[in-house]
């Protein structure tokens, strides 16, 4: 089992910053990826970055530029930095942790994951 717990949302307006972070606990295996996703309501939860135990990135296209997804293993926490956040970044952020796919990667949707934080709110207005 693996526990998650993300901290560091909030309220800004548009262009502002916010710095989310996730502390793991439990059996933390190392080779896992780790992961930002994000949702709104009525719609389905989306990838937002994730990261490879080598440390490789993936980040959707809309926040390219803007966000970094890092961790820092020693103290078991993943980070995500949010910076010149837009409205259409308003929703609620899950951390999630999983295995590496077969080719090694990281997979980029929900179902690749099986463990969940509760998730932060983001809201950015305009």
């Known amino acids: 089992q693996v526990q998650l717990m993300e901290t560091g949302g909030g309220s800004v307006q548009a262009g502002g910053s916010l710095r989310l972070s996730c502390a793991a606990s439990?059996?933390?295996?190392?080779?896992?990826?780790m992961a930002w996703f994000r949702q709104v309501p009525g719609k389905g939860r989306e990838e937002v970055a994730t990261?490879?135990?080598?440390?490789?990135?993936t980040y959707t296209y809309s926040v390219k530029g803007r966000f970094t997804i890092s961790k820092a293993d020693v103290a078991n926490t993943l980070y995500l930095q949010m910076n010149n956040l837009e409205p259409e970044d308003t929703a609620i952020y899950y951390c999630?942790?999983?295995?590496?796919?077969?080719?090694?990667?990281?997979?980029?949707?929900?179902?690749?994951?099986?463990?969940w934080g509760q998730g932060t709110q983001v809201t950015v207005s305009s």
């Open positions: 999630a942790a999983g295995q590496v796919l077969y080719n090694g990667a990281c997979g980029r949707f929900k179902e690749f994951y099986d463990y």
């Open positions: 439990g059996n933390i295996n190392r080779r896992n990826c």
């Open positions: 990261i490879n135990h080598d440390g490789s990135t």
